[in-house]
């Protein structure tokens, strides 16, 4: 969670922004308002009138930012990564147990189920992951048809575990998990 309390200087846009996502993962989208961001960012309502022009403008803007912060970062570092796709899958495993990017997940998802935008931001970015993976298990020696079943499994092993509260708190074990997904995933591509 941000918070900063007593800062001089004027706050930029991504930093209510991620505010917002953070009240939105812990509250919902109803409880993602001005005051409560300007509270816990120790700021005034003012500052936040200088990056959006109301509420309606952080909201449209807020599963963009999402898009960008909790997708871009994990599929460049997979592509990145050193070695072959199995290589390039297990960076993204390595990544995801760290960071826990996915954990802004549902709270987008419970959005998207009454916002058609949200939707298919969320839509968007599930394909964008989809794709990535299936092309490194594609690279790896697979069918198109069963890369994309892989990919599902490796996708939808973080997908489950979000919805569920299935996700340890401990950077460590998550990042067991991970990469035992991609051990069981790839045993036959190596």
Do not use: C
């Not at 003012?46 to 999402?66: A, E, I, N, T």
């Not at 199995?86 to 998802?109: I, M, Q, S």
């Not at 697979?142 to 489950?160: H, K, S």
Request: hydrophobic residues 45%; charged residues 30%; glycine residues 6%.
């Amino acid at each position: 969670m941000v918070q900063m309390k007593n800062v001089k200087t004027r706050l930029d846009r991504d930093a209510w922004l991620a505010a917002a996502l953070d009240l939105l993962r812990e509250q919902g989208v109803d409880a993602v308002r001005v005051e409560p961001l300007a509270a816990r960012l120790g700021v005034t309502k003012g500052s936040f009138y200088w990056h959006f022009q109301d509420r309606k403008d952080l909201l449209q803007s807020l599963p963009l930012f999402w898009a960008e912060r909790q997708t871009g970062p994990v599929l460049a570092h997979g592509a990145a990564a050193t070695g072959g796709p199995v290589a390039k899958l297990r960076a993204v495993a390595e990544f995801l147990g760290r960071e826990d990017p996915d954990r802004y997940d549902n709270a987008l998802r419970a959005w998207a189920q009454f916002d058609d935008a949200v939707a298919e931001t969320v839509q968007a970015i599930d394909q964008r992951r989809l794709a990535f993976s299936a092309g490194l298990f594609e690279a790896a020696g697979l069918a198109p048809d069963e890369a994309a079943t892989r990919a599902r499994m490796f996708y939808f092993f973080d997908v489950g575990g979000q919805i569920t509260g299935d996700v340890p708190q401990s950077e460590a074990e998550r990042r067991r998990r991970s990469l035992r997904r991609v051990e069981l995933l790839t045993a036959d591509l190596e």
